[in-house]
Each structure stands twice: as C-alpha cells, then as structure tokens.
C-alpha cells in the first residue's frame, strides 16, 4: 500500500495522480489506463476529490466515484495500485485567504449633460466573507455590473464606504489590487496565441515566477480547469467554453485573494455553464472570495450566498434557501417577474446612522483574512515588461502572416507605381527637373507617412480591452507603447527605405541618399508614432481608420508639396505637420542649381522658385524627433485616461 502521507509532507493543498510526469503522484501500474486519473484539494471545508474521466475508475471507500466528491476523515482512496487513507488527525481545512468586502449605504451616480446625474445604485450594503461564493442575480441594466466594479474597486462610489479587509480602498488597493482576479464576459485573449504562450506572457507581465519553460505552473493551471489538452492549439481554434477556461486560469497566475466574474459564462450551453460554476465553486472552496454575476439561476444554488439587485437596489442578500423564502417563489428562476414590477417591498431598509451594523461591526473587528500582495508583482520593473510585450508582439505579427505581407511588400509596390508614372527625371532642363522631383518627393513623403501610420493606427483600439485588463496588475503604459512602437518603427525604417530605394534607383531622384534616409526614417518614426495617437484615442477600429484620412488630407495640404505656404499656414506646418519638414528637410540636401530653378517669365516679372531651399538638415531632424515626442507623450496621456484608480 502507497500512503501519500509518507511521501511528501506537509501535504499539499492540490495534487494530481496519474501516469504521465505532469502529476504530483505517479502511478506505473501498467494496466492503469490514462493519463491523469482524479485531482485531490483541500478546500476550507476539507478535502474534495474529482475523477477526471480517464478510463481507470477512482474509488472511495470500495465506492467507484465520478464527478468531485467530499473526502470524510480516515476515507480510503484507490486508484489502480496506490492507496491513500484520509488522516482523521491532520489538519483538513486550508487557511481562508479570500478578500472581506463591506459596502454601507453605497450609491453611485454618473453625470449627465446640464449638470444632471444618474444613479445607477442606491443605498446598499453588502457584506461578503472571505472565501464565499456570492452570486449577484438581477433584470439586464438593474446595476448588477455597476456593483461588481464597485466591489473590485474599479469605480469610486458617490456616496457611502467601501472597506477590503477593514482597509479604505485609497489604503488597500495599491498594494493589493494585483491580487484581485477580474473575469469578463468575453475572454480577454490573444487568438492567434497558444493557451500555454498566452498563460507565459501573463506570468511575466505579473511576475510570477516560472521555470525555463514555464511547464510547473501554467500547465498545472490548465490541467486545473480542464485544458491542458488544449495547451499548444491556438485559441482561435477552441471552443468557447475553453477560451473561458483559459481566461479563468490566467486569472488564477499568482493565486489571486478574489475573483470577479462579470458573466463570465454567458453564451455557454447549460451543462459547460454548471462546469464553470463547479470551477468557480472549487475555487471558493480553496479560500478565494468568488463574486460571479450570471443569468443562469439554475446552478446558482452552489453559492454560497446571493445578492438579488434591481432597479439600482440591493433587494436582498442570504442563501439561496432564504431567497426562496424571501420572495415566496418555489425555485430561483421564478425570480425575474417579481423583479419586474413594483419592489419597494424588497429593498433594504436604509439605516438612520448613515451605515449599516453590519459595516459597523467590521470596522471594529480584526481582519478576517490575509489577501497578500505577491512582491515581485508590485515591484516589476517596466524594462521587464517591455521586453515581454515586444516579444508578445512580434510573435503576433509573425504568427499573422497576410497581415505581415501587407505590411512588407505595400511599400515597394506602391514606389513601383510611382516609380512607372514619371520615370527617369534626371533630365538637363532644371526646371522640369525641379518640377519632377517636388512631385516625386511630394508623393515620396506621403507615401512613408501612408505607410507608418496605417502600422499603427488599429494597434491599440483593437486590444483596447486587453491593455485596461492587463493594466489591473501593473502593466506600465509607456511600457506598453514602447512594445508597439519598437517593431513597428522598425517596419516603417524599412519601408522607408524601401521606398527611396525604388524610386531613387527607377527615378533618379537626386540628392544626398543618407541624408534622405535619414530623413525619411525619423518621418517613419513620426507618423508610427502619429498612427498609434489616432489608435489611442479612438473607440473602435472603424473610428481610427475613419480619422486617419482626414488626417494625411490635412498632412499633404500644409507639407508645401501643393501649394506655396505662408503666414499662419506656414506656423501651423511647422508646429504640427511631420509632412512638412519631411519635405523641407529632402529639399535641403539638393544642388543649388535645382533648389534655385523657376519657370522663364517675362522681362521685369517675378517668377517664384520651383523648389526653394529647405531648412538645414539638422533643424528639420529636430522638428520630426519633437513631434514625435510630442506625440507619444499624448498618447500616453491617452492611455492613462480611464484606467483603474490605483
């Protein structure tokens, strides 16, 4: 007989047994058929073990099981040749490590124009223990989601007090907010990865720590919640239900003290819908305080605890036993038409204290939880998570391979077509010469700001949700931005390059090469930079490719390359036009013989230069660098707008 408890100790709260070398304890019986065969946890109410269906069968006490079922003290386990006996004297209940939330007589309203408001929740009070599952239930628009933020902190109330742990929000979630799991109704993912690269980069991004390959701790997660088979499949390529389960286990890197589902199994077919409850229920059971807002009132009789929201108000708070009771209703489905019409029977009384005893009651009790904050999480260096997200970017762009064709070959094919328009311009006449190459030149440059900002422009409205969720644990904008606009500035570099290459070699188009190179390249760098401004302060794709003609319109009517400009025009161009100094700054590497050229006029009549001599190369390098970092600067103010308070 094999006794777990003489192998390793102290027992672990969560372990697997099985064949393959992923599980905690091994079996090498050879007529044991599979791979994993049941995992083991020891949850706040004791030990819990599921069968994970393989086709050797698990038994409890000379029981076959099947599903997860509750291990009483000194039950005897079997599976194919190991034994493990239950210690009726060993410690079975894990340490709470969940999260107290105490709201009292919270409301919150939203401004509206003419100095009108809009109250979304009125008067509650809600009390969640540590290590509780609560399920919040209500009508759609009755607050239900408006209460879940309120909970995570990620809305200020307008009224009342929020306390995590007996701590005000201002004094816990600094520290804490890295620990508190967010789960939202669309999994918060990058298709083209794999679960298991996916689960990789979210541990470097939140510094749990990992071996070489990552294999301990993001496979153990998936095996958790049923995936692990799906480890190396793109998450494009799996199912709903599975992309959910992935996102749940992102959510568990670091062993967050709480989880916030924000239905979270909506679009699910009821029997994965009552999988992810069982999920969420198991890990309540493990110490965690799970809030999940679903629409499936069948299953929601796991939790612990229910909150009946609508109308703005908390109508009720207790078991779901008691929500039978309260509401008079045989099961919880028949909820929904008693929430329908007149509730002002159900709502909370409102406390003439201006709080409520439960909240009072907290305040003056210890804390009843220890939600710790991991270390190497609020102290991660943002170089680190550049260096992890311009690897997560550029494994994106190549796993996108139309996409990163379009974005190598648009630059040669468009030079060749400007390229066969005009031809050679090298001719002995200066001034069709000179007239040639501000054509060439004008459609040169707008073609490199075309280019780079067509890069960038949908970069960061398309992730949009992913960069507000991912900047819940930590991640630094400029880090953020820094990790789009190295690969990017890199691809705009080259078809830049690419650009002058084609034309100066089909045109011979005159001038210094290095210096127009140079040029061209910190326009690149510029409109890359210009590209992801648009991104960040547009609210979906469409709006940013929808703004960003209006925008090189604008480029090509003040660069100079039209018409001759001065006065405000002038000012303008310079301040903000990257168009502009591109242009300028390729007139100012030519001979004098062309930037001097104008069309033969008339004795005594004035016939303005073709060209005209450019600023000197070294001002218009200083002009494309300022506003380029002007614009970054702005975009980073973009993407601090509307986070999470910290």
Not at 240 to 262: H, M, N, Q, S, W
Not at 512 to 531: P, V
């Amino acid at each position: 007989m094999n006794n777990l408890n003489t192998i390793q100790h102290p027992l672990p709260n969560h372990f697997t047994v099985g064949r393959d070398q992923g599980a905690n304890v091994r079996i090498f019986e050879t007529s044991a058929l599979g791979e994993q065969f049941a995992e083991i946890i020891r949850t706040k109410k004791g030990w819990t073990i599921r069968d994970l269906g393989e086709s050797t069968p698990v038994y409890v006490d000379q029981q076959a099981i099947a599903g997860r079922v509750a291990l009483l003290p000194g039950a005897t386990v079997q599976i194919a040749d190991w034994t493990w006996i239950v210690d009726p004297e060993a410690n079975l209940t894990a340490p709470t490590s969940g999260l107290h939330i105490a709201l009292s007589n919270v409301s919150h309203s939203v401004p509206k124009p003419f100095g009108r408001s809009l109250k979304l929740l009125s008067g509650v009070n809600v009390d969640v223990q540590p290590g509780e599952f609560v399920g919040i239930l209500g009508p759609s628009g009755s607050g239900k989601s408006t209460l879940l933020h309120l909970m995570n902190g990620d809305i200020s109330p307008t009224a009342g007090t929020i306390l995590f742990n007996n701590e005000m929000p201002a004094t816990f979630l600094p520290i804490h907010r890295k620990s508190l799991g967010y789960l939202p109704q669309e999994p918060i993912l990058h298709e083209l990865l794999t679960p298991r690269l996916a689960l990789n980069y979210s541990a470097s991004l939140r510094g749990v720590p990992l071996n070489e390959d990552g294999t301990s701790v993001v496979l153990e997660l998936l095996r958790q919640v049923g995936v692990a088979h799906r480890a190396d499949t793109p998450i494009r390529k799996i199912s709903g239900g599975e992309r959910k389960r992935v996102a749940l286990a992102a959510e568990l890197l670091g062993d967050p003290c709480a989880l916030f589902l924000d239905e979270a199994t909506s679009g699910l077919d009821p029997a994965l819908e009552r999988e992810m409850m069982e999920l969420f229920r198991e890990q309540a059971d493990a110490g965690k305080t799970v809030i999940c807002i679903t629409h499936f009132p069948n299953n929601v009789t796991i939790c612990d605890r229910l909150i009946i929201v609508s109308q703005g108000h908390v109508l009720f708070e207790g078991t779901p036993p008691e929500v039978l009771t309260r509401f008079q209703i045989e099961q919880i489905g028949d909820i929904y038409p008693k929430l329908s019409g007149d509730i002002t029977s159900f709502c909370q009384p409102a406390s003439s204290k201006g709080e409520s005893p439960i909240f009072e009651e907290n305040v003056t009790a210890p804390a009843r939880s220890s939600c710790e904050s991991v270390a190497v999480m609020t102290n991660h260096d943002m170089f680190v998570q550049l260096a992890t997200l311009a690897s997560r970017y550029v494994r994106l762009l190549t796993l996108d391979t139309k996409t990163l064709l379009v974005l190598l070959f648009q630059a040669p094919i468009i030079a060749l077509l400007i390229g066969a328009t005009f031809g050679n311009i090298a001719v002995d006449y200066s001034e069709q010469h000179a007239a040639d190459w501000k054509q060439v030149a004008f459609l040169l440059v707008m073609s490199v700001i075309w280019c780079a900002a067509t890069n960038g422009v949908r970069e960061i409205v398309k992730e949009r949700s992913i960069f507000f969720h991912e900047r819940r644990y930590g991640l630094s904008p400029i880090s953020y931005l820094g990790s789009k606009l190295i690969p990017l500035g890199t691809i705009s570099i080259l078809q830049a390059f690419l650009l002058l290459f084609v034309l100066g070699w089909i045109t011979r188009f005159s001038g210094n090469s290095i210096g127009h190179l140079l040029i061209l390249s910190l326009l690149a760098l510029a409109s890359t930079a210009l590209g992801l401004f648009i991104s960040a302060g547009s609210k979906t794709s469409e709006q940013s490719m929808t703004l960003l003609p209006i925008i090189l319109i604008a480029q090509g009517v003040l660069s100079g390359g039209l018409a001759r400009l001065t006065g405000l025009t002038k000012l303008l161009a310079g301040l903000f036009v990257s168009a502009y100094w591109g242009l300028t700054g390729l007139k100012s590497t030519l001979s004098s013989n062309l930037v001097e050229a104008s069309f033969i006029s008339s004795p005594g009549e004035y016939q303005p230069l073709i060209l005209g001599r450019g600023a000197p190369l070294w001002l218009d390098a200083i002009a494309l660098c300022l506003q380029t970092g002007a614009l970054l600067y702005l975009t980073i103010v973009l993407l601090r707008r509307c986070l999470p308070a910290d």
